[in-house]
């Protein structure tokens, strides 16, 4: 086994194990402990970034992959604003930091990257609430052919 593929392998077992919310993940401290744990964070979205380089020539994605890039964003809005959980001075980051998971999502179903600088919004999207205030980068352009249908927010 060559340096890349032990490489790859570590980054699926750490990924799995933070979608697996593992002692000490960002997905266990959230939920048990209510605690924002901006390094766990930090590697969360650092492997989810990867694992979107990654994929690209994949055929096929593995199930749990799916489901963990599905429920993330989810799980974490839920959490984000549940009635007991600390409105502490990192609520700019929380916005931000769910806006980044909802785009990584985007980008690991569509392979579409929505930014033009990846690392830059990811860097941006984990710092604390002092700097957080940066507005939002902005998102690719798509080519002027391509039509976009408004999804009304009424039910």
């Given amino acids: 086994m060559d340096h890349q593929n032990q490489d790859i392998d570590a980054l699926f077992d750490r990924l799995h194990a933070a979608f697996g919310s593992e002692d000490g993940s960002f997905l266990q401290r959230l939920r048990q402990e209510m605690v924002w744990d901006n390094e766990a964070f930090k590697d969360l979205v650092n492997d989810m970034r990867s694992i979107c380089e990654f994929k690209t020539d994949e ?31 990192l609520a700019g980051t929380h916005a931000l930091a769910k806006q980044l998971l909802e785009d990584l999502a ?19 999207a984990v710092k604390d609430s002092a700097t957080a205030a940066v507005p939002r980068p902005q998102p690719k352009e798509l ?12 039910a």
Avoid at 68 to 87: A, E, L, N, Q, R
Wanted: net charge negative; hydrophobic share 35%.
């Fill in 59 to 89: 055929e096929y994605i593995e199930r749990w992959l799916a489901d963990g890039f599905w429920y993330v964003p989810h799980f974490v809005s839920t959490w984000i604003t549940h009635p007991d959980f600390p409105k502490d001075r």
């Fill in 106 to 124: 985007h980008w690991f179903f569509t392979d579409d990257c929505p930014w033009e600088d990846p690392e830059g919004w990811i860097a941006m």
């Fill in 143 to 154: 080519p002027a052919d391509q039509e976009h249908a408004e999804v009304s927010s009424e």
